[in-house]
């Protein structure tokens, strides 16, 4: 295995451990995003019973507040977790952009080698055309 074989197997493990993080993070940004839609939900489930029942009429107000702080630390959290998605998805994206590179440098190196590989056999073939030459 090159050097260059070496470089590409690296990057490529490289592209798949971000891929993992980024699928990760996802997950993450995901599972918080249904939180935030069941503290939705809640939310109008608890506003259609206090608009039947007169007495939890009176907890409403606190429980409209407790919901608007913990959505508040819901979408807090979802707002990290997308620049922590954002910034793994650049860094997976200079991964494909290295491990092209070196693909590139691969293809470059066995371009060349078969092109010497083809001068040395046409400098033997023209070789052994001058010493039959010369003997015949």
């Known amino acids: 295995m090159s050097w260059a074989d070496s470089l590409i197997k690296l990057s490529t493990y490289e592209a798949e451990v971000l891929q993992k993080r980024l699928a990760?993070?996802?997950?993450?940004r995901v599972a918080a995003e249904v939180r935030l839609a069941m503290l939705e939900a809640e939310g109008e489930a608890e506003a259609a019973f206090s608009a039947q029942d007169a007495a939890a009429g009176i907890y409403r107000a606190?429980?409209?507040?407790?919901?608007?702080?913990?959505?508040?630390?819901?979408?807090?959290e979802i707002d990290v977790i997308l620049v922590e998605e954002q910034?793994?998805?650049?860094?997976?994206?200079?991964?494909?952009?290295?491990?092209?590179?070196?693909?590139?440098?691969?293809?470059?190196?066995r371009v060349q080698a078969r092109k010497q590989a083809g001068r040395i056999e046409a400098a033997a073939l023209d070789e052994l055309g001058l010493r039959k030459k010369a003997v015949g």
């Open 87 to 109: 910034g793994a998805r650049d860094a997976l994206g200079e991964a494909f952009e290295t491990q092209k590179k070196y693909e590139h440098i691969a293809e470059n190196l």
């Open 62 to 76: 606190g429980f409209f507040e407790g919901l608007k702080i913990r959505k508040a630390k819901v979408q807090s």
């Open 24 to 28: 990760e993070i996802v997950d993450r």
